[in-house]
């Protein structure tokens, strides 16, 4: 199992940018994935999480980025998208994508990093003022 992340960049406050990651080895609507992120000195944070409920795609988002970034899916391209609008200095981080097999419900475990099986490489983003 693999897991690719890219995407990111450098961007100015208020820009937008989307990051991907694309699975394989991994069974589409087998899994859930979760985004972490982990800013210069300090620990790695939950960002969002997206699972599935039959064919409907069910998303969960820490609060320090509601309303700004937003999570899809490609099942034909096995990959996950985070969608990051009105991006903020303190977004600067590196972002990991993390697969969760056979979980598909959305719950409290989506936080938990031990609770995530797979980890992709991480993709930089970093936001200017």
């Known amino acids: 199992v693999q897991l690719q992340a890219s995407g990111g960049g450098l961007v100015q406050a208020g820009g937008s940018l989307r990051l991907s990651c694309a699975a394989s080895?991994?069974?589409?609507?087998?899994?859930?994935m979760g985004w972490f992120r982990q800013a210069p000195g300090k620990e790695r944070e939950f960002v969002a999480a997206i699972s599935w409920s039959g064919s409907i795609s069910i998303t969960y988002s820490a609060d320090s980025v509601k309303g700004r970034f937003t999570l899809s899916r490609n099942n034909a391209k096995n990959t996950v998208y985070l969608q990051m609008n009105n991006l903020k200095p303190e977004d600067t981080a590196v972002y990991y994508c993390?697969?969760?097999?056979?979980?598909?419900?959305?719950?409290?475990?989506?936080?938990?990093?031990?609770?995530?099986?797979?980890w992709g490489q991480g993709t930089l983003v970093t936001v200017s003022s």
């Open positions: 993390a697969a969760a097999k056979g979980r598909l419900q959305i719950g409290d475990w989506i936080r938990r990093e031990p609770d995530y099986d797979y």
């Open positions: 080895g991994l069974t589409s609507s087998t899994y859930s």
